[in-house]
């Protein structure tokens, strides 16, 4: 294998590594599901490494790969994720115990989305993108990302309706 | 709080909680291969936290376990010693270094405009204001100005790795954030109130109005803030200008960069230092709360 190319991948796993991780873990919920799409995504990337040369490029490649691996592997096998519920509550001090509750809630109704709407909300919300955006990754139409994240919110809502309780700001 | 930040604050605490595997899982197994100079330096850079001894992760793969805390050690060579502290700036790190060192400060500044040898990332757009990672950095007295500051790089990216910043999509805006809350925040506490401050008016456009971001520009490091000063033609001077200011105005310790990547949540869009002696500050909401705390500020100052 060609040297430079090795020098180049090895640079850009240890950089980077930790940030696919991260949002992996987000669109599974599970980190060896998450562990197992970086590697995947990142052995689809090495196969054309030569022709996305930079290095932003690269990243674009991975991300869109695990997105689109992420989208497609619900098919194949669902997925159970466990919320440990104790450990997350003890830890929550007295004014933050109802904050931290609302966000356990939060992750339990994000498991039970299909993994395309989890998708698209960890891309809106987390990496902050827009919805043109995540219709261009994910090759939907943007009405069809605006309606699937409508809906996802109102799933959301539903399956915690201690959020209608939550007093609005400003 | 709404579904959607409630959501966002969810998913930033989930990305929080994971420590990512060490990059070594991500490779497939070659013989070890040695790094660039500079990195293989910066690595040997020991860094300690401020007030006690630290582990430096070194991303040599030479290491079998590229994860495992090397102690930091002293080496058999003689070292120097330099603390930069929360804050600080790079123009005072210079003077700082340049005495620990005996090399004149310029040396250090000449080595801090080449970027790429620094190791710093992309979003620091080649300026080491703000990646200076604070610390206690122990390093040979043979250590080039290059290898000292890509030592200070080198342990801001680490604390960025672990904070997740890369993965956000404005990282830099972030370090911005970081370095006006170390700025203006009298304690630790009140830091995560202070970014949501900033996160408020930015999200409703309006100026932040920072003394510390004018003082930049002044390059001047303490001491109130001049009606004359205000109009200080700079890009620096969030009085005259809306948005941030172009780069960090100072180097932002970790607690700094968390507050700026998770504000406390609130309604807040002003705070008053009412008590500088004991780093008093409170929050306001609506202009009336503020003139209030500014009164109050005006009577005990």
Known sequence: MDPGFEAALRQFVVDRSGALFRTAYLLTGDRHAAEDLVQSALAKTAARWRALRDPEAIEGYVRRTMYHEQVSRWRRRSRVVEVSTDERIDRAGDGHAEAADLRLTMRAALSRLTPRQRTMLVLRYFEDRSETEIAHLLGVRVGSVR????????????SAPELSAVREFR | MNVENLLRETLA??????????????????PARRRGAVLAAAAAVVALAAGGTVAVRTLSPEADRPEAPVAARPGPERT???????GQRVARLFDDLSRATGEPAESFARAAEDGRALGLPPYAEGGLEGFAHPGTYRFPVSATPTEILAGMVARFRETADGLGLASRRAPRDVVIIASLVQAESPTQADMPKVARVIHNRLARGMRLQLDSTVLYGLGRYR??????????????????HRGLPPGPVSNPGEAALRAALHPAPGPWLHFVVTDPERGTVEFATTGEEFAELAERARRSG
């Open chain 2, 80 to 86: 120097h010693e330099v603390t930069v502290e929360e």
């Open chain 2, 223 to 240: 001491g109130g803030v001049t009606v004359g000063d205000l109009k200080l033609r700079s890009p620096y001077n969030t009085y005259r």
């Open chain 2, 13 to 30: 605490e989930m990305a929080d909680e994971q420590v990512p595997p060490p990059p070594a899982r991500f490779l497939p197994h070659r």
């Open chain 1, 147 to 158: 309606s699937q994240i409508y809906r996802s919110l109102e799933r959301l809502k539903k």
